[in-house]
């Protein structure tokens, strides 16, 4: 049928409708946003930072639970403590652990290691899970799944080694206790 | 040991944002377009193609494996649009279903599209304005189909993919929609030759 045609003047006709230009700059603020939207969901109310061979003494925001740095071929700094993240019983919470490489390392091997009355979501029988990782040049984020398991304190340590080289963060966390617990 | 989720994630957030740019910044246009065309509103078209990368930014990682990212992006911002769609109905017709587009199609003016020639249509005059015009008049699905397969030329089988429909359903959705577009062109014609015939003849 005639209207089947690429040439059929209906089709011509939609196809020559103008569509007027978005504003300008739209796609590069999309693009932008898009980005900043998801950083913003990521933005837990948990973090923790290291920073791979340089020392590095500044907080990012106020949901920077720990800092650690530390220097390649210095000795192990113990890690920052500060009070840390306060959860509820059976409250699950991502905390981010932000490490920051000056270059790309390959095969860097990482450790988390929870201690206390959490533990890593999925992973309720281990209390040190390790996988082997390439950690690229520049934040790498690694967000970890934790849940409050009884009250009391917590830890929740991430170890980085490479090339015999170790850098550890840790994070204190607290899990309050519930309020009929607190009663009696 | 299976690794888990959030080491599977680990990215470098500056590299993903370049990645994500450097794959889809070529694309948008093109996505703007479609969206426009759907949406028939400049805010609403640039509101799609937002929502749209804002949802694909977190899936990088299933992009990277995708031959063919534009088909796969037009697809998940039909599925946004037509989420969309459903909400500012909030009725229970539901959009893309074929029996609306069934009813649709009886032709409840009297003046049957498919009783025009195309010849009629080309000295009618297919003027930019009076395609816009009776464009805003279609429903949001028959929008789609033919931007899709009339416009931007995807093949049936293609369009079958992004919209989840079978190809037999589409064939005919595409023919009704052009029918229904000529309805609307045709009808126009014929309320304007009324009214000219109404002033000429000093009746009220």
Same mark, same amino acid.
């Given at each position: ?96 652990? !932000? ?12 450790? =988390? ?15 040190? =899970? ?11 984020? !690694? ?13 929740? =340590? ?14 204190? !966390? ?11 | ?22 794959? $889809? #910044?070529?694309?948008? *246009? ?7 065309? +759907? ?15 804002? #949802? ?15 088909? +796969? ?44 020639? *195309? ?10 304005? /009076?395609?816009?015009?009776? +464009? ?43 029918? /229904? ?7 126009? /014609? $014929? ?14």
């Amino acid at each position: 049928m005639s209207q089947e045609s690429p040439n059929d003047p209906l089709r011509q006709a939609l196809r020559q409708m103008p569509v007027p230009s978005p504003r300008p700059g739209f796609a590069e603020e999309a693009l932008a946003r898009a980005v900043a939207s998801h950083e913003r969901e990521a933005k837990r109310p948990a973090r923790a930072f290291v920073r791979w061979e340089t020392w590095f003494g500044a907080a990012v925001g106020a949901a920077v639970a720990a800092l650690a740095t530390f220097l390649v071929m210095r000795p192990d700094v113990p890690s920052a403590q500060e009070p840390g993240i306060t959860l509820a019983i059976n409250e699950s919470r991502n905390v981010d652990v !932000l490490i920051d490489s000056e270059r790309t390392l390959d095969g860097a091997m990482i450790r =988390v290691v929870t201690t206390g009355s959490v533990e890593l979501e999925g992973f309720e029988d281990k209390h040190s =899970v390790e996988w082997q990782t390439r950690l690229e040049r520049g934040r790498n984020v !690694l967000s970890l799944p934790v849940v409050a398991r009884t009250s009391g304190p917590a830890q929740l =340590v991430t170890v980085i080694e490479h090339e015999g080289r170790t850098r550890k963060v840790a994070v204190n !966390l607290l899990v309050k206790p519930q309020k009929h617990d607190e009663v009696a | 040991m299976a690794l888990p989720d959030f080491v599977r994630s680990i990215r470098t957030r500056e590299s993903r944002a370049l990645e994500f740019d450097r794959l $889809f #910044r070529e694309h948008i *246009p093109a996505l703007y377009r479609s969206a426009y065309r +759907w949406t028939g509103s400049t805010d609403r078209a640039e509101d799609l193609v937002q929502d749209l990368l804002t #949802r694909l930014y977190p899936r990088l990682d299933d992009m990277r494996t995708l031959d063919q990212l534009k088909p +796969w992006a037009m697809r998940v911002m039909y599925r946004i649009f037509v989420d969309q769609v459903r909400r500012e109905r909030r009725s229970p017709v539901q959009f893309g279903f074929e029996e609306e587009l069934e009813d649709e199609s009886d032709g409840e003016s009297g003046v049957s599209a498919e009783g025009v020639e *195309p010849e009629a249509l080309v000295e009618r005059e297919l003027t930019q304005e /009076r395609i816009m015009a009776a +464009w805003s008049k279609l429903s949001e699905d028959h929008r789609v189909v033919l931007t899709m397969h009339d416009i931007e030329e995807y093949s049936l089988v293609e369009i079958a993919h992004m919209i989840d429909a079978p190809v037999g359903t589409l064939k005919s959705r595409v023919h009704r929609a052009r029918a /229904r577009l000529r309805e609307i062109l045709v009808r126009e /014609r $014929f309320d304007t030759a009324g009214r000219v015939t109404s002033s000429s003849t000093g009746e009220p």
